[in-house]
């Protein structure tokens, strides 16, 4: 992370903490700040933003793909129960997006009124006479 809006001792805690695991208190020392108000330093709005940012490029770049490849090697051992890797078999093609949405959750993501195009208020309206009426009544 090398926003501009952080010093250098600030880019270094960021590093220290998220990079290299470093405890708050540690990291502190070791930039140059005394450990006590490290929070405080870390609350800062451009310090927060910095720490979320590397954290989210951290789990992009490291965090993803090592999940991925642990799910991958549970999945394929043998030995780790069916049920388990049958379940682990769901959650990946969930956030795959390669399940189909239930009858439950298609109906939570349905799109305002306002938003629908000619088309779709046609089909809703065909798909859905009973909420029609309970609309116009």
């Given at each position: 992370m090398t926003s501009p809006d952080l010093s250098e001792q600030q880019r270094t805690l960021v590093r220290l903490i998220v990079n290299d695991g470093k405890k708050p208190e540690e990291a502190a020392e070791l930039a140059g700040y005394h450990p006590k108000p490290v929070y405080k330093t870390m609350r800062l709005p451009a310090v927060a933003a910095a720490i979320s940012e590397?954290?989210?490029?951290?789990?992009?770049?490291?965090?993803?793909?090592?999940?991925?490849r642990v799910a991958k090697s549970l999945l394929?051992?043998?030995?780790?129960?069916?049920?388990?890797?049958?379940?682990?078999?769901?959650?990946?093609?969930?956030?795959?997006?390669?399940?189909?949405?239930?009858?439950?959750?298609?109906?939570?993501?349905?799109?305002?009124?306002?938003?629908?195009?000619?088309?779709?208020?046609?089909?809703?309206?065909e798909r859905n006479p009973a909420e029609i009426d309970?609309?116009?009544g």
């Amino acid at each position: 992370m090398t926003s501009p809006d952080l010093s250098e001792q600030q880019r270094t805690l960021v590093r220290l903490i998220v990079n290299d695991g470093k405890k708050p208190e540690e990291a502190a020392e070791l930039a140059g700040y005394h450990p006590k108000p490290v929070y405080k330093t870390m609350r800062l709005p451009a310090v927060a933003a910095a720490i979320s940012e590397s954290i989210q490029l951290d789990l992009a770049v490291v965090g993803a793909p090592l999940a991925y490849r642990v799910a991958k090697s549970l999945l394929q051992d043998t030995s780790i129960s069916a049920r388990v890797r049958a379940d682990l078999s769901i959650k990946v093609l969930d956030r795959a997006g390669h399940i189909a949405p239930t009858r439950k959750e298609t109906s939570l993501q349905q799109k305002a009124l306002s938003e629908m195009s000619r088309d779709e208020l046609a089909a809703f309206i065909e798909r859905n006479p009973a909420e029609i009426d309970k609309v116009e009544g």
